[in-house]
């Protein structure tokens, strides 16, 4: 199609997307047609106008295309950042938005466009200007988190195995997707779904190996091997290749044994290799012994001068195996993690365990060039190499994927680094494949954070200074006005007037693990925990308030105020299973219970007229309550069915008896009745493992919860129905959750999340839940 017919068809979009668009309610809580919440996006990106001018706020709230992210990153895709700051605030919260409402949505991209606008007085001057968002129930008062990649696609299961699967006759190629619970997918080159799932494996699917055409071989933890074709019509078939009870799959290639047909390998954890033909997949010999490595790997490699070879690993080595006889080839500084061969004859690289990367030729008796994966460790702990890919860029290169979540471009034949790191996720990269584009390829990663992400094989993406996740180790929240808010990261404690906007740093060079601000007479000072210690300081003077306390045998974990008659107590809680009581004003210990089995990772206080109580739950799956005056446990121990407890806040329905909320790691928020011991609500937020609760005083008498999950904060009225009220997208886990009631504006309270992109405080307008 000629340049004119382009821009023609252009234009026709364009005024499809501009005549669309004035068809958008003003008002969000009113549903746009369904034709312009599917449809829309599609027009003004082939029209070049995607921005927020033809895609209104009011919209976003209603967008079902699930197409915005593709659309923005889409090469017809032309506009400036600047005219796309919504929809850029957008994309980063659609993979995790599908099934959300629209006051969820819209309250989402409130704090998601809020964290992105810089400086504070750009956030301002939105808000004042859209009208749209006066009606959420939330207003945005500080962040400093990053904000996240947008995902190429996101799920609520893990991606354990990536292959790029090209089909023959000009069809268009395949991204397939092996999931931590046995399920395929196969996904089109811009991350959507083109076939249903499929289920293949009762455990993860950890290797796909595509066999040309339309062939992908998939294996798994559950020792089956299996061959699926995708067929012409779209149906897909499948073949059980072998089946080993109770082992698992610890490596698939194939092997082209010198005058004999090319071969599909297996190794299981018993050390058995399998060979079979690729066709009929028929059984074959192989003089292979077995292997003594329960993890090994192969690799299948082809050399200058004694033809195909096999690379197996085994531990520490390498070996190579010529058809007839093993031997040693190589040794790492670790276990070998990452076996791949390269384009160079007879060249292969390894990562071991020590996040070493090594070039190696069968040429050589030792590895050719041995570099760490991240250079600036000096010494640190090193993360093992999880991954290794091959892909395009000028020349041949390679990426390195580690277990903290970075990717390293090394250029090759010679094996240098592209100075630089690529923070892709916050969890370990569980796999990689490579996508041929037409200026460059690009590279699919996928995380233990179930989110695979799409990246650009350039130096400028993989050079770039580490992305600074602001990761936070302790935040509290002031009770008292004026509020204050001390969250610790990165050896210091930054201290946020939220009223003024001033910042104070205190505690500098200490990694700090928890805080508390508990009221000493007139005064509000800050409680820091650092290592097996707790200190006291006057946060305007920095002075010390009050005598280190010290007693716990391993670090601690957790900190909150207890009130008692003669003012606030402190509790702590840690990894030695204790929970110690202080007096701050001293720092007397006034009582050490002893009785949780392991670490303990959470604390709760409740006060009444006639009882003041603390909480305490940890890794043995246990509450216990103790109350503070009596410094006795109140009441029998909950032995709760949730695995680790992470968190706990104390609720009172009504007037009723307290009840206790506890977040559980299988991903579910429990209510316990103290005294029956029993679970007498279960509130499930299809979110993954639940690592915060906190609760909030709702008018009327009225109870709320805010549990944080993998992806959302999602609030729920604590009622008979136990109504879900509201769901905040944050697209990455929130660790901690600190609410505080505020006296001077009693219809709100102000929450404080806290986790792995930093933290954001809003206040909450319960009127408008």
Known sequence: MSDASDERQAAIHRQIAERLAELVPSDPALPPHPYLRRYLAEHAAQGHVLDDDHMPLALLAWESSSQVRRLLAAEAAESEPDESRWLQAWATLEPFARNVDPLSRLCSLSLARYAAAVPAQTRREERRTLPHLNSVPITPLWSDRVAPTPAWTAGSTEVTALALLERQRSRAALVAAGDDVGTLRLLRLDGRLVHLLLSLHSGAITHLLPLGGSLLITAGTDGHVVAVQVEENGQLTQQVITHRQHTWVSSLTTYHPHGSPRLLLAAFSDGTVEAFDIGRFQPQTLPLGKLTDSSALLCGIDTADAGPQLLLSMHDTVYRFDGTSTLPHSRHSGRVRALVALPELGQYAVGDEHSNVSLCDLRAESPVRTAPHDASLKGGTAMPVTS???????????????????????????????????????????????????????????????????????????????????????????????????VARASRVIIKDLPDGAEITRFKGRRVSALAWPQVGERRILAAAVGYSIFCIDPETNQQASPEMSGHLLPIRTLVTAPSAGGDLLASAGADGTVCVWQPTTGQRLARFADHDITVRCLATHHSASHRLLASGGSDGNIRIWDVDTLQQHGPTIKCDQNIINDLAFVTPGDGEPLIAAAGQDGTLKLWDPHSRRATRTLNCHDGEISAVTSLRLPFGRTALAAAGKTSIHVWDVAASAQPLLQIITGSPVKTLKTVQDPNESGSSILLASGEAGSMAFRLHHGQL
């Open 388 to 486: 290794l890919q091959l892909v395009a860029l000028a020349q041949p290169a390679l990426v390195s994927a580690a277990g903290d979540g970075t990717l390293r471009l090394w250029k090759l034949p010679g094996l240098k680094a592209i100075p630089g790191m690529l923070q892709a996720h916050t969890t370990p990269v569980n796999a990689m494949t490579a996508l041929p584009g037409r200026a460059s390829d690009r590279l699919l990663s996928s995380g233990a954070d179930r989110i695979v992400r799409s990246w650009t094989v350039d130096e400028a993406t993989f050079g770039q200074e580490p992305k600074a996740w602001n990761r936070v180790t302790a935040s509290a929240v002031c009770p008292t006005p004026p509020h204050r808010l001390a």
